[in-house]
C-alpha cells in the first residue's frame, strides 16, 4: 500500500519547506546561516566560541574596573572620557552579553541572536581594549 499525497497536501508542505528556508535566510542576515565559518576570519565553532569568550572576559573585567573606578574618592582626570568609552562598549558589546545572561540560565539562544553575536564580537573587543587602553593611561 503506498502513501499518496494529494495535490493541496503536496503543495502545502512544498510551501512550509520554502518557507522555512526563506525565514532561515532572513534571520541570519540574508546569507546562509555560518556557512563560511563562524565570525569575520570564518573560524570553526570552537576557535569562535574561544574567542568570543576572551572577548567577554575583556569587557567583563573593564566593567569590574570601571566599578572599582566608580567606588574610589579619587577619579582620573580622564574620567569622563572613560565613562564614554565604557558607555560605547557596553553598547557595543550588548549582542554578546544577553547571550550570556541566556546561556548562563541555560536559556535557548535563538540563531538571531548568535548571528548578531558573530556580526558584533570584533567592535566588542576593540571597544573593549580602547577602554582598556585609557584605563592604562589614567
Do not use: H
Request: proline residues 1%; hydrophobic residues 40%; glycine residues 6%.
Amino acid at each position: 500500500m503506498k502513501f499518496q499525497m494529494t495535490a493541496w497536501n503536496r503543495n502545502l508542505v512544498g510551501f512550509q519547506g520554502i518557507t522555512g528556508l526563506l525565514m532561515a535566510v532572513i534571520l541570519s542576515g540574508c546569507s546562509l546561516p555560518f556557512l563560511g565559518g563562524y565570525g569575520e576570519n570564518g573560524q570553526t565553532r570552537e576557535e569562535f566560541t574561544r574567542y568570543v569568550e576572551s572577548v567577554f572576559k575583556l569587557q567583563n573585567s573593564m566593567t569590574s574596573e570601571m566599578m572599582a573606578l566608580a567606588d574610589n574618592d579619587d577619579k582620573p582626570a580622564n574620567m569622563d572620557a572613560l565613562l564614554r568609552a565604557e558607555q560605547s562598549m557596553q553598547k557595543k558589546c550588548e549582542a554578546l552579553n544577553e547571550y550570556a545572561a541566556l546561556d548562563s540560565e541555560g536559556e535557548n539562544v535563538s540563531l538571531l541572536l548568535q548571528n548578531r553575536v558573530a556580526q558584533s564580537a570584533k567592535e566588542c573587543e576593540k571597544a573593549a581594549k580602547d577602554l582598556q587602553t585609557l584605563l592604562l593611561k589614567r
